[in-house]
């Protein structure tokens, strides 16, 4: 039996309400990710399979009902549990589409070809994506990883090249 994948597409910060809704920062684009059944993992846990009763936006968010959390007390204690989907269970992309963890561990390079680390983790301030950037001498760059900054992804070589904004490399890269 071969392993199964799991890739992280959303977070529960909260409760909702006092039925076992659970507030959700979702990563993902697809809406279809959050019907019939997701994973959820508590800390280093192996990941949990949970029916999913419904699921809507909400202010940002996703508002998320599980067959086996009925009420605020168990939603609380879904707090700040990983919400999953098996890798296989991911929509096909279209050519200029990567997931985020197939990013995980690229190189990243300036257009003039010079290396400035590898990507190492993810945020999501305020909707936006960030890239954290880890730099050869241990140094973290945020970057927003928007189209406007992201040159191209280059999966076959595994490397990102980026255009930053002026100035931005610099408060991160600048001796103090």
């Given amino acids: 039996m071969t392993e199964t994948h799991f890739i992280e597409i959303g977070l529960i910060v909260k409760p909702h309400g006092l039925r076992g809704e659970v507030c959700v920062n979702y990563f993902a684009d697809s809406p279809f990710l959050l019907k019939d059944t997701v994973w959820l993992q508590k800390g280093k846990n192996k990941p949990v399979e949970h029916k999913v ?92 990883a928007t189209e406007e900054f992201v040159s191209n992804i280059d999966l076959d070589e595994n490397t990102v090249t980026i255009a ?8 991160y890269l600048s001796e103090k």
């Fill in 164 to 171: 930053p904004p002026p100035g931005l490399l610099d408060l």
């Fill in 53 to 144: 009763i419904s699921s809507r936006p909400h202010k940002g968010q996703e508002l998320l009902t599980l067959e086996s959390c009925r009420n605020r007390n168990c939603a609380e204690e879904l707090r700040n549990v990983k919400v999953l989907v098996p890798d296989a269970e991911l929509p096909e992309l279209t050519e200029e589409e990567v997931y985020l963890h197939q990013l995980e561990g690229m190189t990243v390079v300036q257009e003039d070809g010079s290396v400035i680390g590898r990507i190492t983790a993810f945020q999501f301030n305020l909707g936006a994506e960030v890239w954290v950037i880890t730099t050869t001498d241990k140094k973290e760059v945020l970057f927003p």
